[in-house]
């Protein structure tokens, strides 16, 4: 009989329009090509599953939120003061809904997308005896890192944040049966806070993708969700530290490509030659046609799904060295990394002059992607550990 397998998943996996929708819809279709039966609830509304062939479908209905920047200041004031992490008290108090939809079932394998749904284990528990926990990123880090790049009292909020989803981590995550990370570096930090939880690491991915041959415009090139409070750091310092630089040539221009570009209008407000395009059914085209991919990145876990597109298409990359963790890229070699404001402009304007450098990167760059992070390629070491296979049945003892 065919495994049966349920991912439980706070964003909806298609369309795939972010990084964290790519991760889940790889291991959707992993999980379809290897002959299992796919179940999905979901947070959120979810389109037709692409290549994942979807069984049963739930979703559990959020209620709706004011996004003014007053009402998130005032939902993240009272998480501070209760002490409860913001996406982790976002989806908390389900368990009734989980418990109805998930009647009668029971897998062979569940998956929890996100940490956000990790204190979820209980309830799942019951359904099967392997229980994953995808992390995306580990939201103790995550948290550190956006306090280490804020100002007061930004500062204290993250820097709380982090201590409590530490608390959170050491509590929940001894409780799955495994974990999958995104790389070493995150292996590292959830062994450490986890020490008998098993480990596998599977890197973030992306579908196979030819080479584009269209001939590329002079454009720099910026992708991600701009609601995602890294990304909205990034843009704040390529567009106040680097962009004014970068703008007196004349014909250099630079573009944002991802969904909620409202996040980011006011930041850019008034700069010239920057384009938006809003949420597009296919980002890696724009990341394509540009000379260069600019990660400028200040914070984040995890590994940055923008820098694998980046080296799909053949664009070279200029990164910080946050945006490059966990990738096993070299500095000058995959992807030129620059801390500074100042390095980062002469990072740029290296590779616009000298087109050997940027052939060499690319080059590079995509023979990274063909050998690791194209689906096929990644899926290999979720067979090597069993995942769906009897390795994965039931919680180290």
Not at 60 to 78: D, K, M, V, Y
Not at 229 to 243: D, E, L, T, Y
Not at 379 to 396: E, F, N, R
Request: hydrophobic letters at 45%.
């Amino acid at each position: 009989m065919p495994r049966k397998v349920l991912f439980v998943t706070p964003e909806a996996p298609f369309p795939v329009l972010g990084g964290g929708a790519q991760r889940i819809a790889s291991l959707m279709e992993y999980a379809t090509r290897r002959g299992a039966v796919v179940d999905l609830l979901s947070f959120a509304p979810c389109e037709p599953c692409g290549e994942a062939v979807v069984r049963t479908q739930w979703q559990i209905e959020l209620p709706t939120n004011g996004r003014s920047f007053a009402a998130r200041i005032a939902r993240n004031a009272g998480r501070f003061v209760r002490g409860v992490p913001p996406l982790i008290d976002r989806l908390a108090g389900f368990d009734a809904e989980i418990t109805r939809s998930l009647a009668g079932q029971h897998y062979d394998v569940i998956f929890v997308e996100h940490f956000w749904l990790g204190p979820y284990i209980d309830v799942l528990r019951p359904f099967s005896r392997s229980v994953i926990c995808d992390l995306h990123n580990v939201e103790s880090e995550f948290f550190r890192s956006l306090s280490r790049a804020e100002g007061w009292p930004a500062r204290m909020a993250h820097g709380r944040f982090a201590r409590l989803s530490e608390k959170l981590e050491r509590h929940f995550l001894p409780r799955y049966s495994r974990a999958l990370v995104t790389s070493g570096q995150d292996a590292a930090r959830v062994a450490a806070l986890a020490p008998s939880l098993p480990l596998t690491i599977f890197p973030n991915t992306i579908p196979w993708r030819a080479l584009p041959t269209e001939e590329r415009e002079r454009t720099l090139v910026f992708s991600g969700n701009m609601e995602y409070h890294p990304n909205q750091q990034a843009v704040a310092w390529f567009s106040k530290q680097i962009w004014p630089v970068l703008q007196r040539d004349p014909a250099l221009r630079w573009r944002l490509v991802g969904m909620n570009p409202h996040a980011i209008a006011r930041t850019v407000a008034g700069l010239d030659r920057i384009e938006m395009t809003g949420a597009i059914a296919d980002a890696m085209t724009e990341i394509g046609r540009a000379q260069i991919a600019v990660v400028p990145l200040l914070s984040g876990s995890g590994t940055r799904v923008k820098i694998l597109e980046a080296w799909a298409v053949g664009t070279p990359v200029v990164s910080t060295r946050i945006g490059a963790e966990g990738l096993p890229g070299r500095d000058g070699e995959h992807f030129l990394i620059a801390d500074s404001a100042e390095d980062f402009v002469a990072a740029i304007g290296k590779l616009l002059q000298d087109q050997t450098l940027a052939a060499r990167l690319s080059a590079a760059g995509r023979v990274l992607y063909e050998n690791t992070f194209h689906r096929e390629a990644a899926w290999k070491c979720l067979d090597a550990a069993g995942i769906l296979g009897a390795k994965t049945l039931g919680p180290k003892p």
